[in-house]
Every structure is written in structure tokens, then in C-alpha cells.
């Protein structure tokens, strides 16, 4: 966010006597006006009634709609988020009214300080503020510059709130520094798969669960630089999430890109290169790999979590007991059983699988991530006889457990995919 954006923000200092909520604010508007803005979290909710009840904690990021200033708010409550956004003295008026109203501690990232406030039961107000170091200080002339497949200039990023301007040039948020890890970390990943599928433009891609569009930016820019025509669908649940990702394609006037309201269960079965599902919850993922199947996709990537279809069907051996007596080991058991038949059905199917560790998301600690991609040529039908064998050992390890039933496998039985979806 650049400096001249809020420069109408800047009011008189608060005498140094003035209660630290209005030293605090002060010091907020002197970060949106100079672009030092990362991120503002409130937290410590005040017990209150309503449909308000759940809040957990409010995520403020700066950000730029259609070429306007604006303040991101996300939400947070026990089962859902929701995002709204503001005009900036509208979105600053409201902070003021939540501190201590509804949020006892506020916490302000900044370029070079971080800023704590808090609000004590007795009512007792502190501020502090701790000066941080650059989030990455130029390389030595004997380091190596970490590559990364994404270009942080895009204006893209700035419009997500991962970029602001620092005397005038694109620079990382530092809040958002492992953010832009995890980025692009999956894009190496999505890298190397579309030269193991040998994809060519254009290149159809579904992102199930798509929340703020991270991924799906980073994708469609990506694929859009490598010259391959990329063909980008994100599909949220949440309509706030839908507006808010279309707003940014809108001011950005982005090419090949939308979003869309809808779930993995009810998608009609569409041509696609690419399907990526992350985090879908329990048996959606299943859904998810389901239809990457049923739609050819040539490569499958999904990072599944809370596993609960399997645990409750267990019948453990004997053997087994004593171990898996404690639920939390019980839990590691079943989500290792869960994805170990996920991606035996994917082979069954043509697929290339892998099972190895991700970079966790940051409203997730799961990083497990599966990816497939379809065989091809000698490599196809080597799969293909193998099929038996890799259906035989699904149904050992389900008499193993006493498995009554597993979705993906009850999916591709009701549906099987066809063997290839031209479009």
C-alpha cells in the first residue's frame, strides 16, 4: 500500500498523558499513512450474546479495491469466517469502538515495530512497542538468493494484501512472510507435476475450497507465465469470499480467472487439467478426488484433513490394542489408514500417488498432501495390470480394520470415472 493512500489519515499526536487505546490508534493511522501497515489481530473477545457470540478474533489487513484504499476485516468465529471491508476512516472508526468493547488485546505488525495493547479485567490500559528487525536482509555477497517461482511485483499481490510499497518499490508484508513461504512452496509442487503430466495450454484448473484466493492467484499467475493459457475456477462456499476474490480479479482486470459459490459434492463433471482440493473437511475430500477422477484431471492435488469416516468404524486387532488405546493415537491410525486407501483407489485409477508432507496452512496445522498424476504411454499400462493387486490390498486392509466402507472407494463404484475426458 503506498504511502500517499493514507496520508489523510494523519491526525495531531495524542499528548504523551493520553490513554495508551489513543496512542495506540494514532500509531495505527501513522502505519496506514506511511505504508508500514502488515496486519492488525484483536483478540481476547468479551463475552457477549447473539449471533456474535463465537467471534474468536479479527484479522485487519490494508488493502486496495479497485484502485481504492480499503480495510480488509476478517472475522473469526468458532465455525466460519466472514469478511467485510471497509473505507479507511470508516474501518479505523470501528476499531476504535471494538477495542475494549469488544476485544481486550490488540496486536499491530508493522514494517520495523510491533505494537501490543491491552485492555486488563480490572480495565487497566498498556501499550508497548518493540522495534523488529527487516524481514529479509539483503544476501551477502557469498549467499545465494532463495528463488521463488512467484514474482512479488505483480500488482496482484499488493491488491491481497501480501505486498506494500516501500519507497516506492513492491515489498513482502512482513506478517505475511511465511504466507509467501507456503505460496510458493505448493507452486514448486504444482511445478514439477505439470512436467511430469507434460500439460500444454490451455491448462483447465478447479480449486475446491478456493477461501481468499491465495492458492488460486498464485496458480493462475503462474501457469499465465509460463505461457500455458491457464483456465483458473475457484469455488468457495462462502459468498463473502466469492465477492471479495471477484473484486480483486475486477481491479486488477485479470484474464482466465474467476470464482464461483458452490460445493465439491454438487459440481457438475467438467474437463480439467488440474484439481486441487485443500483442507476439505472428512468425506469432502473424497468428493473432491471423486470428481478430479470423473473430470480426467491430470494431476490431483489435496491436502485432506479432519479424518472422522473411518475411526468410528475401526474394530482394532488384537494386536493392535494396547496401542491405539490412547485417541490420540487412535486419530494418527485412522487418518494414516484413511489416506493410505485414498491413494491406493488414485493408483487403481492411472495415477502416479504420493503421499509426503506440506507446509501447514495457516488456519490449519494439518500439511499432509496427496498428489497424483495421471500415467501415461507404458507407465499407464503397467497401472493397469497392477489394478487387481492394488484393489486386493484396499480390501485387506479394510477386513484388517473391519472396514465397512470407505467414500472414495463407494464413489468410484457408483461412478466410475471414464478413461479419458476430451473438452
Partial sequence: MSAPLFTSLITPPPAATAPAHERFLHLVRLALAGGRFGKLLLSGPVAMEGDDADVERLT???????????????WRHRTRDVTKNHAPDAGLAEIAALLGARFRNAHLHTADEELQFAISRKGRETLRVTRVEAAEAPPAAHDKAKHRPLD??????SALG???LVKGQPALVPAMARKWKQINRFVEILSAAVEDAQLQAPVRVADFGSGKGYLTFAVHDWLQAQGLAPRVTGIELRDDMVKLCNAVIDAEQLGGIRFDQGDVR?????????????????IATDHALHVGLRSGARIIMSSPCCHKELRPQMTLPAVLRPMLQHGIHLGQEAEMVTDSLRALLLESQGY???????????HTSKNKMILAVKAQGPAAEALAARRPALLAQVAEIKRFYGLREQRLERLVEEQP????CAG
Fill in 60 to 74: 485487519v489487513r490494508a488493502i486496495a479495491l479497485r484502485g481504492e484504499p480499503a480495510l480488509s476485516f476478517l
Fill in 162 to 164: 501480501l505486498t506494500h
Fill in 417 to 420: 470415472p471414464v478413461q479419458a
Fill in 266 to 282: 454438487s459440481q457438475p463433471v467438467q474437463p480439467l487439467d488440474v484439481m486441487i482440493a485443500l483442507h476439505a473437511c472428512d
Fill in 352 to 362: 502416479h500417488t504420493q503421499v509426503f508432507e506440506f507446509i501447514a496452512l495457516e
Fill in 152 to 157: 512479488l511485483a505483480r500488482p496482484v499481490w
